[in-house]
C-alpha cells in the first residue's frame, strides 16, 4: 500500500512524487490556515508534515526551512507529528512576499496506507 495525499479543496498542487505539496501564495502578509484530514492507517506510524517558504525577493531558488526556538534560542526545524486520526488546523505565519508554502509528507514509520488531505486558506 502507498500513503495517498490529496488537497480535497484544490487549494494546493502535487509538486513531487514524494507526497509533496505546495501552495501558490499571492503574496499576502498575514499568512492562513493548513486544514489536514489524517486518516491513520493501522500499519503506519504516522506521518510528519514539514514546512519550508519560497520567499523570491530575498531567494528566488532556495527554501526556507521554517522554525521553532527553544528555550536556549537553538533553532530546529519545524515539523507536525500527526500520530492519531483526525482533523487538524494549523496557523501558518507569512511575511509580504513569501509567495510559496511547501507541505512535505512522509509516513515516519511502519507500512504507509494512510490518507492526509490537505488544504490551505489564506488570511484576510
Given at each position: 500500500?502507498?500513503?495517498?495525499?490529496?488537497s480535497p479543496k484544490n487549494t494546493m498542487v502535487v509538486v513531487s512524487a514524494d507526497a509533496s505539496y505546495k501552495a501558490n501564495l499571492s503574496g499576502v502578509s498575514k499568512g492562513g490556515i493548513l486544514y489536514v484530514n489524517y486518516a491513520k492507517d493501522s500499519g503506519e506510524g504516522g506521518v510528519r508534515l514539514t514546512l519550508s517558504i519560497l520567499s523570491p525577493e530575498v531567494d528566488s531558488t532556495n527554501r526556507f526551512q521554517m522554525v521553532v526556538s527553544s528555550a536556549a534560542y537553538v533553532l530546529t526545524g519545524l515539523y507536525y507529528d500527526l500520530v492519531a486520526t483526525g482533523r487538524y488546523r494549523i496557523p501558518i505565519s507569512?511575511?509580504?512576499?513569501e509567495k510559496d508554502l511547501l507541505v512535505a509528507v512522509a509516513v515516519t514509520s511502519g507500512t504507509p496506507g494512510g490518507v492526509v488531505g490537505l488544504d490551505f486558506r489564506e488570511g484576510e
Open positions: 500500500m502507498a500513503l495517498t495525499v490529496s507569512l511575511g509580504l512576499g
